[in-house]
């Protein structure tokens, strides 16, 4: 059964850095794009990043040059990597495996962004 395990939300002042990470089991990790997507409250969920089998890499415009995805093979596992948190940042962040037709989704972590 696979399985997508999110960790590393939080609350986090305007500015400030958070580490999300995706754990990922019961699945051939390294064959998978992964990537990070946020729902914020009454909003629809939003692509934040993805990073290919190859560790090619895709982000949002309102994201690039503050957050960086990455991945470890070795421990099936997928970082995001955010900095210069803003209000907006706000979301339930969910981790997402994709080959082919093939999609799984995790649970979500909630980042939250304020003073």
């Known amino acids: 059964q696979v399985q997508l395990v999110e960790s590393g939300g939080g609350l986090v002042q305007p500015g400030g850095s958070l580490r999300l990470s995706c754990a990922a089991a019961?699945?051939?990790?390294?064959?998978?794009?992964m990537g990070w997507y946020r729902q914020a409250p009454g909003k629809e969920r939003e692509l934040v990043a993805t990073i290919s089998s190859s560790e090619r890499t895709n982000y949002a415009d309102s994201v690039k040059g503050r957050f960086t995805i990455s991945r470890d093979n070795a421990k099936n596992t997928v970082y995001l990597q955010m900095t210069s948190l803003k209000s907006e940042d706000t979301a339930v962040y969910y981790c997402?495996?994709?080959?082919?037709?093939?999609?799984?989704w995790g649970k979500g972590t909630l980042v939250t962004v304020s003073s």
């Open positions: 019961g699945m051939s990790f390294s064959m998978f794009a």
């Open positions: 997402n495996a994709k080959m082919f037709t093939i999609f799984y």
